[in-house]
């Protein structure tokens, strides 16, 4: 061995290096020496043999600068970074790992993929740390509380309108139900509980935001406040009638699962359908059928009681009649309603003073006077003026007493011919 070559060794190795020198030259035996490095008299007795045969350079591990057996090949990761460049940019270590694994057959562990990208300086979205808050434990059984938000984002990215995606995850297993539409409103929303009651059930509770279609912002009437109530919105009105508690978070991180939800969606589930191609408001509550059932088997938890509560709709009640949109108006004198700007005409015979108007979540009207089904046509061409066909009657010409006031002031600013002109005017046609 030369006396210019250098060793780089670790601590631990010159610790090592140490305890065997004194070894070799007799200053300790090999079971002390095993106490102080911990390790086997075996172990030792082999350490002791590479230094005595090979110098200071045995004591180095064997595999020191030679390529691990476990290496990925350099062809293999150029190729992954160039699919993290190209078709899964943007996307987290995680999930695209599970994406090469699925798609590509390429399986790579998410922190080397992570190392990977921070080496090749390929930007990824983090997550943010966020601020402590008091934790909620869950609730013990499934169906107990059911959390209920909706979500505004590009969720096509621009290959087709914006959407807003109504979520539902159940407080005690995280299983999630959702459903895209158009807008958040009433109707979205009564349609899309209809459809997870037709699935799960009627649950206990419902905890949502104070948003205007969930939460009513108007005043109380006379009515309500002689009945000591709150005015309710058709949400709150439907969920009265089917036994469901409705509860309003004070802020966004009340319910914190839901939007931690939203969260994820945003970053996994667009990118889900960005390598599906998904373009419409169809395509995107297909491809949700099919995604949900794996997103429920992986991040769902057992509940800790392992009871589902949620109740079965009672047989005879129709739903459709109570997830709607609910309203009272009173018939004109020509057997008209006006309702959302347009005019119905009553067919059927009788006298009716108010009508219930229902708008059904499949955009069909039903109108009833109290529980009875009601005949309605829309009147496609309104009345000049906006106004209904005036029912006829009769003639009737009013006289004004002579102690009128009226009559005892004008008769000293007109004559009587011009009096009398103006009540003919007065009458009725």
Not at 5 to 19: G, N, P, Q, W, Y
Not at 56 to 77: L, M
Not at 271 to 300: C, D, I, Q, W
Not at 338 to 361: A, M, N, P, S
Request: aromatic share 8%.
């Amino acid at each position: 061995m030369s006396a210019l070559d250098i060793f780089r060794m670790s601590i631990k190795e010159a610790k090592r290096l140490t305890v065997i020198e004194r070894i070799v030259g007799k200053q300790l035996r090999q079971v002390e020496g095993a106490r102080l490095l911990e390790l086997s008299t075996r172990q030792i007795r082999r350490l002791t043999g590479r230094v005595r045969k090979e110098g200071v350079k045995g004591i180095i591990h064997r595999s020191r600068g030679r390529p691990s057996n476990r290496k990925t090949a350099p062809e293999t990761r150029e190729r992954v970074l160039d699919l993290c460049r190209d078709v899964y940019a943007g996307f987290g270590p995680t999930l695209a790992s599970e994406k090469l694994s699925e798609r590509e057959g390429i399986r790579i562990n998410a922190e080397t993929l992570r190392l990977w990208l921070n080496e090749a300086r390929i930007p990824y979205e983090r997550r943010k740390k966020r601020p402590h808050r008091q934790w909620r434990e869950r609730k013990q059984c499934c169906g107990e509380m059911v959390q209920i938000d909706g979500s505004h984002h590009d969720w096509l990215e621009g290959r087709g309108p914006r959407l807003v995606l109504m979520g539902y995850i159940d407080d005690a297993t995280g299983r999630v139900f959702a459903r895209f539409y158009a807008y958040e409103g009433t109707l979205p929303v009564l349609d899309s509980f209809g459809r997870y009651v037709g699935r799960y059930g009627l649950p206990g509770s419902v905890y949502l935001d104070r948003h205007t279609t969930y939460k009513s912002s108007g005043k109380p009437t006379i009515e309500d406040e002689l009945n000591n109530r709150r005015p309710q919105s058709q949400f709150e009105r439907a969920m009265s009638e089917l036994g469901v508690r409705v509860i309003h978070a004070n802020s966004p991180q009340a319910k914190g699962r839901i939007e931690r939800l939203f969260r994820t969606f945003q970053d996994r589930l667009i990118k889900e359908m960005r390598l599906e191609k998904v373009g419409t408001l169809a395509e995107a509550n297909r491809f949700l059928g099919r995604y949900l059932p794996k997103h429920n088997r992986r991040f769902s938890v057992p509940a800790a009681l392992g009871v589902d509560v949620h109740c079965p709709v009672p047989a005879g009640t129709d739903l459709g009649s109570i997830l709607c949109i609910r309203e009272e108006r009173v018939v004109r004198n020509d057997g008209t309603v006006l309702f959302e700007g347009e005019l119905y005409q009553i067919k059927d015979q009788g006298h009716v003073r108010k009508v219930t108007v229902e708008r059904r979540t499949d955009g069909s009207l039903r109108f009833s006077d109290r529980g009875r089904p009601l005949t309605c046509e829309k009147i496609a061409v309104r009345p000049p003026g906006g106004r209904g066909v005036r029912s006829p009657v009769s003639k009737i010409r009013v006289h004004a007493a002579p102690y009128n006031p009226w009559k005892q002031f004008t008769t000293l600013f007109y004559s009587r011919k011009t009096l009398q002109k103006m009540k003919r005017e007065l009458v009725p046609v």
